[in-house]
């Protein structure tokens, strides 16, 4: 009578975690995205998730775009921090089929940030933008 009950279980539950990790493996699509990190936090009531929003201008006096982003790495999310309100490249994956916000509110889960110094204007006019330094020591 209990193996009647317990087998279906584990066999259910087995399911359950091999279609989880399916989707957290696999990635629908991956690419970057380039712009300037606006904001970062720390959310969620039991599964906390770290959710941001990038900053996507695409020439001057166009109006901003915004790229929403879920990052599960604590690290990845300190270096995002530590680049706030400089233009990146963030790294992302996204993610389909994961039914429950505890994974994070987006689809687009960020892996990596990339520093950018140049600022592409529109194809072919890229803007160098200048360093205190490098302005200091130029005759």
């Excluded at 990845?76 to 400089?86: C, E, L, P, Q, S």
């Amino acid at each position: 009578m209990i193996k009647r009950v317990l087998l279906p279980l584990v066999i259910l539950i087995a399911l359950v975690a091999a279609y989880f990790y399916a989707m957290l493996s696999w990635s629908y699509s991956t690419g970057d995205r380039a712009g300037w990190v606006q904001k970062i936090s720390h959310k969620g009531w039991l599964c906390k998730t770290w959710e941001g929003e990038l900053a996507l201008v695409s020439m001057p006096g166009a109006p901003v775009e915004k790229f929403n982003f879920t990052v599960f790495d604590d690290a990845a999310a300190a270096d995002i921090n530590r680049h706030m309100g400089k233009r990146v490249s963030l790294h992302y994956e996204q993610k389909v089929g994961l039914p429950t916000s505890c994974f994070g509110e987006t689809r687009y889960y960020v892996t990596k940030v990339i520093p950018v110094d140049d600022i592409s204007l529109s194809p072919g006019v890229v803007v160098q933008p200048t360093h205190p330094a490098s302005a200091a020591s130029a005759p």
